[in-house]
């Protein structure tokens, strides 16, 4: 049986119902009890019961609200101080304890580490600059070197007070700067490095390091410098601020003649500027080699001279200009025009800096018909003797051809075709020849294909496949047209028959130089036997008739020396129609002399002379200048003997 439940206090939070509720109804006051008489004796009234008694009213006051029921807590008993005491002293044991092994590996285990990753942090390896080898011709006379210079700088942490003011005097004065801009430098400490003059001549800052100035300090390095009017600068090129090539033979051969810079490690402060003081030498700088060339300086002078006055005298677009030795493939003067000054290239541009001997490309003309008759006579097709009826004029397909002079029909030699630069004659021989022989004899002869020179820019030209031509290519691929050569190619062309047919690649680089003064020479060329010794002897015969009174080309002859030569005038092809008209003409003349034992090619052409554009009249004469000057350089001597008679037309033998 259970017990009955005691009622709850009304007192007591929660009496009313669940905590924190108000109660429904307001608790009433107990009734007073009636007096029931006298109190024990002794007893005491309380003031309210005297109050009572004695009839005075009683006031009545507010029942004040219930006290909010206490948070809920959870009691935790007390542990013990010394258990939290020993656990805390523990975890700051191991804490330090972690500290000291931290710091023992940095400082002892892996200090130099450490070390290392600091340095880096400040310090900074830098290239220290490298002589740049120089380029010169055959006889080590220079087109560009290289001079040692120096970059003067201050060290503003350094200057001393009492030597400011004439510090900066000096450097003012010495290098004409301004006074504004040299001050700030000397007073930019904290900085170490401040540059104030560069590519300042080794002996000037001697003289300035002989005042005794604190702070101030140099770096050497090296200025490019090119001799002026060397006429080579199309050949050679120029380098960039950077010191690499960037044109000519200063970018083709830039890794022999850079060299490799060497290392240095310098340290770098807060606002980024270096102390060269403060590094190390890591790695010494090994100088580039020189190149040597096979030019003749004094030949390219020349040829660079003459060419430039023919262009101008006769209002050219340009030209190029080669010499050659035959024998040897060597190249000993190769010059265009428009040229440039290396000392200023900012005058110029890409054309002006562009090799126009090997990259610009044109129609041969005439100069090509000593291929096709070459040909004709290797194949036994024809002798210089044999006889063509040759009329001014003929058709061809669709196409007319004709002779550059009408003198109606003539019965010319092969060696009259060849002496009077006969269209139709040669014409008539390529028909012997056939489309895929004459083709294989211009390749064989080094057309269509790279020279050897491996020059910046070099234009291959163009030569299509025999199988590709039609109607008239025969025919105009046989006098030099509808196929392109650069300069180089065609003077190639001619040193090959001086060669007495062995063709030798042409090459412009001789060798090297290293820094102990040991030449190293550059491979052989290639050689190539295209055509026989005697076709290549009736060949040097009919191209000395040219320049002989009935030849196209008297104006080639030079006294003393008996001469051969070809002229050679073709249309050019108009960049804005895409056709000849309004082309205008390109002019060339190549030969060798002397004619019976040949020493030097000369191959001369103008793009587009203005008034005189015939080969014989417009690069005939530059022809001449060139050619004697460098048989009188070379010093070859005089011929011994005259030229034989040779028949150019058929009533000469009698018939």
Do not use: C
């Not at 006298?38 to 008694?53: C, D, Q, W």
Request: hydrophobic share 35%; aromatic share 6%.
């Amino acid at each position: 049986m259970s017990t009955p439940r005691r009622p709850r206090d009304p007192r007591r939070p929660g009496a009313t119902g669940k905590s924190g509720s108000r109660p429904a109804r307001r608790p009433q006051r107990d009734a007073p009890r009636p007096d029931t008489g006298a109190r024990a004796s002794g007893e005491r009234r309380s003031p309210r019961e005297n109050r009572a008694a004695s009839g005075e009213r009683t006031r009545r006051r507010p029942t004040p609200p219930p006290p909010p029921p206490p948070l809920l807590r959870r009691t935790f008993r007390r542990g013990e101080p010394g258990r939290r005491i020993r656990f805390g002293g523990a975890l700051a044991l191991a804490v330090l304890v972690l500290f000291a092994g931290r710091l023992i590996q940095i400082q002892g285990i892996e200090a130099e580490t450490y070390a290392e990753a600091a340095s880096e942090l400040r310090l900074q390896t830098i290239d220290i600059p490298t002589m740049r080898g120089a380029i010169t011709d055959a006889n080590g006379d220079p087109f560009a070197l290289s001079a040692e210079v120096r970059t003067v700088f201050v060290d503003p942490e350094e200057v001393r007070e009492d030597q400011r003011e004439e510090l900066i005097d000096e450097l003012v004065t010495r290098f004409d700067l301004d006074e504004d801009e040299v001050t700030a430098k000397v007073d930019a400490a904290p900085t170490r490095y401040q540059v104030v003059a560069r590519k300042v001549p080794p002996g000037e800052w001697q003289e300035l390091r002989e005042l005794g100035l604190r702070g101030v300090g140099a770096e050497v390095d090296y200025e490019r410098v090119y001799p002026e009017e060397t006429g080579a600068a199309d050949l050679v090129g120029f380098v960039g601020s950077e010191g690499h090539g960037l044109e000519g033979l200063e970018a083709y051969m830039d890794t022999i003649l850079a060299g490799e810079a060497g290392k240095r490690q310098v340290e770098v402060g807060l606002d980024g500027t270096q102390i060269p003081m403060a590094g190390g030498l890591v790695k010494d700088p090994v100088p580039g080699r020189d190149v040597r060339l096979t030019l003749d300086r004094d030949v390219q002078w020349y040829v660079a001279q003459t060419l430039a006055e023919r262009v101008e005298e006769l209002d050219a677009a340009g030209g190029s200009a080669i010499v050659m030795i035959p024998g040897t493939g060597e190249i000993i003067a190769m010059a265009d025009y428009p040229s440039y000054a290396p000392t200023d290239i900012s005058a110029g541009g890409p054309e002006e800096w562009s090799n126009g001997a090997v990259a610009e490309t044109f129609e041969p003309g005439s100069t090509n018909k000593v291929i096709t008759v070459g040909a004709a006579l290797e194949e036994g097709l024809t002798t210089p003797e044999t006889v063509y009826t040759v009329p001014y004029a003929l058709q061809y397909y669709d196409q007319t051809f004709r002779n550059s002079s009408n003198n109606g029909t003539q019965r010319l030699t092969v060696n009259g075709i060849m002496a009077q630069s006969s269209n139709v004659g040669t014409i008539k021989i390529a028909d012997q020849v056939g489309p895929g022989v004459l083709h294989d004899y211009m390749t064989r002869f080094g057309l269509g294909q790279p020279t050897g020179l491996a020059l910046p820019g070099e234009e291959t030209g163009i030569l299509t496949d025999p199988e590709d031509w039609w109607g008239t290519q025969l025919p105009s691929v046989s006098i030099g047209h509808s196929v392109t050569v650069n300069a180089a190619q065609m003077a190639s062309v001619y040193a090959t028959v001086a060669n007495g047919g062995v063709r030798v690649e042409p090459r412009v680089v001789a060798g090297t130089v290293d820094t102990e003064g040991t030449f190293t020479p550059a491979d052989d060329p290639g050689r190539t036997r295209v055509i026989g010794e005697e076709t290549a002897e009736r060949l040097a015969l009919m191209l000395e008739a040219v320049t002989s009174d009935e030849g196209t080309a008297p104006q080639a002859r030079i006294d003393g020396y008996r001469v051969a030569g070809k002229t050679g005038t073709a249309n050019r092809v108009n960049p804005e129609t895409g056709t000849y008209e309004g082309g205008g003409y390109t002019s060339t003349f190549a030969g060798f002399a002397p004619a019976d034992a040949p020493e030097v090619v000369v191959q001369v052409v103008l793009h587009n002379p203005q008034g005189t554009y015939y080969g014989g009249e417009a690069a005939g004469p530059a022809f001449n200048d060139i050619m004697s000057f460098a048989l009188k350089t070379l010093k070859v001597p005089p011929t011994a003997t005259d030229p034989p008679a040779i028949r150019l037309f058929e009533e000469e033998d009698g018939d």
